[in-house]
């Protein structure tokens, strides 16, 4: 894949397609960022734009992983103290995972976030950015919380972040897509250049197929379970045999998780994966991309139940590294 190829694949959104082209056209030492609130155990939310981040190393980038310990200390996630120790155990894992720790930059937002220039500057979009505008930008991440002062700070600091981190690119889950259009639209007012974003899909609940995956509402995956966790996990997935289920009995659209988690997960860490059956079944398939299998179930070559089981044993394999780290943080 070219550089392009590898920034967009399996993105949600780019904004803005000729900003990102351009970037592409001499990717080498470019600075990518992701933020994270530290919460302690990677999940297949966080992995998902994991992956990105993977991608863009691949094509020459830097990245660069904030870990948002200010963010994280207005969201009431505990003291400065106890979220960086979070946000430690949340590094290893990364690293685990796969990403390069050569071009890979971890940064506390605490060491920059409190200087007087950024405070400064934090204080002009406050008064130039309506309630309103703050708490719409906010509005995706927040959830169905009560605002406070806290909540329309929060998008503002993001704002900033992206100028004082340095940065050519922001990355994001879709639910970022707010935060990073206010950015584009209150940079400018401070003088500072609007930089592109890249979108990541949500995903949708594993065990309805309806919504996204959560970790605080539903079930999801994360670097704490077993192998037999994920198996159990991944074979009470809900797993039609299409691409395209029917809505539900209210008319809920609905998507395949496991072809989604095949999509997003799987083919970008591994350039061919292998469906072990028996011979009086058919035997093994084999499969380079994820429109083969995915047409498969579509066509009843591929059982669900065989798709299920071929997941749990990639996503298995995906997380291992980042499970044994664990162990050795808490040993």
Known sequence: MDAYELLTRNAEEVVTDEEVRDLTEDPEGKRAYVGYEPSGVLHLGHLLTANKLIDLQEAGMEVVILLADAHAYLNEKGSLEEIRATAERMKAQFLAYGLDEERTEFVYGSTFQFDEAYTRDLHTLEQATTMNRAQRAMAEIQGDETAKVSHLVYPLMQT????????????????????HMLAREKLPEL?????????????????????????????????????????????????????????????????????????????????????????????????????????????????????????????????APGREKLRELRD
Not at 161 to 171: K, N, T
Not at 191 to 208: F, G, K, Q, S
Not at 276 to 292: A, Q, W
């Open 160 to 179: 900033l972040d992206i100028e004082y981190l340095d940065l050519d690119l922001a990355v994001g889950g879709l639910d970022q897509r707010k935060v």
């Open 191 to 319: 003088d500072y250049e609007v930089r592109p974003a890249i979108h990541t899909p949500i995903l949708a609940d594993l065990t309805t197929g309806e919504g996204k995956m959560s970790s605080s509402e539903g079930t999801t995956i994360s670097m704490e379970d077993s192998t037999a966790d994920v198996e159990e996990k991944v074979n009470s997935a809900y797993c039609p045999p299409t691409r395209d289920p029917e809505p539900d009995d209210e008319g809920n659209e609905r998507e395949n998780p496991v072809l989604e988690l095949f999509e997003y997960h799987v083919f970008p860490r591994f350039d061919e994966v292998v469906v072990e059956r028996p011979e009086e079944y058919g035997g093994d398939l084999t499969y380079e991309g994820y429109e083969s299998l995915a047409a498969d179930l579509d066509s009843g070559e591929l059982h669900p139940a065989d798709a299920k089981g071929t997941l749990a044993t990639y996503l298995d394999e995906l997380i």
